[in-house]
């Protein structure tokens, strides 16, 4: 749990009442920083906008919660119902703290507004201009309330022991909150990584204001249903008892043929736009059911509970969705963001060894593409992340998770930067298109295409042989395959039609040095043909 937590809301919702109670039972300070500006100007809050103007009271606020978030000591704090509204005062909140939102109806809000009618910005107006005028503000601060970590309903119909135990839950459940996505366009979204943590999503569906309002369908496959049975019916507890949709397992089965039986099933139960999809797989499905959810009734929320080490740290973060076309992998989709990712661990336990490798060769790219701090931490740890230990592997997906925020965070839609995480892809896809899909896992594939792109890179005089050594050293440590014949000239046509492709441009994501590569285009076709050498056991 972070150091501080900060309660936000419309006024009247009930941040200093709760905010007090839950400080009493966490034994923490409790601070109102309304109270602490009235205190220190010595005139209420009314009399502060009448004299001085809301300009002052920002400012004044800003400099309280600044020296709030500074402190050493955890404390509670009810914040004014603006205060999110100032971009400085929200970045040091997250970085201080946990951000609790306390939200009514807005009917409830003006009923609890008008008692007293002292609300500088709500006094003396009729009831009917009131709440028209609340629901207006409500609309306007909505982007700044949803910076909160999770939000918790304060309605006349619960009561305050009730409300602190739904708060005291959602914490618990936070505690495995790793890192948020801020993706370039808008919007963020937090990453949970623990073991047995499905048990309690219930807690963060309500936390993230979906329980209770949307209906839900679970996603999965025939083979993750068997293998998970028991997780899948501990998420569907969480969901209510809903529905579950298999998709038949395999890249194979990953087309719009068999998505278009998903809208059918959803069709046919009436499920609308207040409809969420849980989907609890491997980036197959993750990448099926998240361009469902995008394109059904033209977009619902989703959110990820990926079973593979694969889907963890690749598929299930960055919002790219979509389905195979004959012509070429991943071909239809749409970026598209999920609601969260729920990594639970436990779910790793029974994935093939096979699958856990798959993983761990797009961990090892996030080293060699982004940081070779990571990528040495790796080189260390070899013998932990082949035993599962699991620090270790909290450790790889945390970091693995948070390389590909940072990402994203710049370039949403792979206009520049995101193209990074392409590395090994280029390659990797054709092995995989030339094979049909059947004999390599994708993993196993991208780990192949990676010792081809470190090739060409040797080979155009952009990395130096020691780095690629190294790279290839630690994959061998790890495991991979090291060869594949391949037929050269149709791995050139294979290419061709990658989606990375551009107007006739090839283009080559390709290392400089471990940690670092850079976007190559149209690289010399000998080069290429040349750079398939180093899986076919030949040397430069």
């Known amino acids: ?29 409790f601070v109102d920083t309304d109270n602490v500006i009235v205190e220190r100007a010595g005139k209420s809050i009314t009399e502060i906008f009448e004299q001085d103007g809301e300009a002052k009271f920002r400012e004044m606020e800003r400099d309280i919660i600044a020296e709030i978030a500074a402190s050493e000591t955890p404390q509670v704090i009810s914040l004014g119902g603006g205060a ?22 807005p009917e409830i809000l003006s009923e609890r507004i008008g008692r007293k009618n002292t609300r500088p910005l709500l006094a003396n107006l009729s009831d009917e201009e009131r709440l028209a005028k609340i629901k207006v503000m409500l609309k306007d601060r909505e982007k700044n309330y949803a910076h909160a970590d999770f939000s918790v309903e304060s309605s006349n119909d ?58 839900f369908l679970v996603c999965t496959d025939t083979t993750i249903a068997k ?39 959803m069709l046919h139960r009436g499920y609308t736009r207040k409809s969420c999809l849980l989907q609890m797989s491997g980036g197959v499905v993750g990448d099926m059911a998240g361009f469902g959810a995008a394109t059904y009734q033209r977009g619902i929320p989703f959110i990820q509970f990926p079973t593979t080490l694969l889907s963890m740290v690749d598929s299930s973060v960055g919002g790219k969705v979509a389905v195979n076309h004959p012509e070429g992998k991943n071909m239809i989709g749409a970026f598209y963001q999920p609601k969260a990712v729920v990594c639970d661990l436990s779910v790793l336990e029974t994935l093939p060894e096979n699958e856990y490798l798959a993983g761990l060769a797009e961990i090892v790219k996030y080293g060699v593409i982004y940081d070779e701090e990571f990528f040495a931490y790796m080189e260390k740890n070899v013998d932990k992340i082949k035993s599962h230990d699991i620090e270790t592997l909290k450790h790889l997906i945390f970091r693995s998770c948070q390389i590909k925020a940072e990402v994203v965070g710049i370039d949403e839609k792979e206009a520049g930067l995101r193209a990074i995480l392409n590395y090994g892809h280029t390659f990797g ?79 080559y994501i390709l290392p400089t040095k471990i940690g670092t590569v850079e976007k190559f285009v149209n690289v010399d076709k000998e080069i290429i043909g040349k750079s398939w050498k180093a899986i076919q056991g030949s040397c430069v």
Not at 11 to 28: F, I
Not at 86 to 100: D, H, P, R, Y
Not at 180 to 209: C, Q, R, T, W
């Open 429 to 507: 896809h054709a092995i995989e298109k030339l094979t049909h899909y059947e004999l390599f896992s994708h993993g196993i594939a991208v780990s192949l295409g990676m010792r081809v792109a470190a090739r060409a890179a040797v080979l155009l005089g952009k990395m130096d042989s020691a780095a690629e050594a190294r790279q290839n050293a630690l994959l061998d440590a790890l495991g991979f395959p090291k060869t594949y014949a391949i037929n050269v000239d149709q791995a050139w046509e294979a290419m061709a039609i990658d989606k990375k492709a551009s107007k006739g441009k090839r283009v």
């Open 1 to 29: 749990m972070k150091k501080h937590l900060f309660f936000t809301g419309f006024m009247a919702s009930g941040k200093s009442r709760t905010g007090r109670a839950l400080a009493e039972r966490l034994g923490r300070p």
């Open 84 to 105: 999110l509204t100032q971009a400085e005062n929200l970045k040091v909140i997250k970085e201080s703290g946990t951000i609790i939102r306390l939200w009514a109806k």
């Open 158 to 215: 619960n009561n305050e022991g009730h409300v602190i135990e739904q708060i005291l839950q959602m914490l618990r459940f936070w505690e495995s909150h790793a890192l948020d996505v801020y993706p370039s366009e808008g919007g963020h979204y937090p990453i949970f990584i623990g073991k047995n943590i499905i048990p309690a999503a219930g807690v963060m569906l309500e936390g993230l204001k979906i329980a209770g309002d949307y209906e």
């Open 227 to 265: 293998a998970q049975a028991q997780k899948l019916a501990e998420l569907r507890g969480q969901a209510g008892r809903c529905p579950v949709f298999k998709f038949q397992a395999g890249e194979r089965n990953k087309t719009l043929h068999n998505l278009n039986q998903l809208y059918s099933f």
